[in-house]
């Protein structure tokens, strides 16, 4: 399988995406909330 040359548009777009991503990730990470329900079992099932 022959290989892709790297563009400059290629990489800018690979760059786009992984931005997208880390972005999207971070942004879950800080803004996470857990559930009452999954605190609750959490504090049920440790003793």
Known sequence: MPTEK???KRIIQLITV???FLS?????TC???PSVQ???ATKNTVK
């Open 38 to 40: 999954h605190v609750e």
């Open 18 to 20: 992984l931005c997208i």
């Open 6 to 8: 790297l563009t400059s």
């Open 31 to 33: 803004h996470y909330t």
């Open 24 to 28: 999207a990730f971070l942004y879950r």
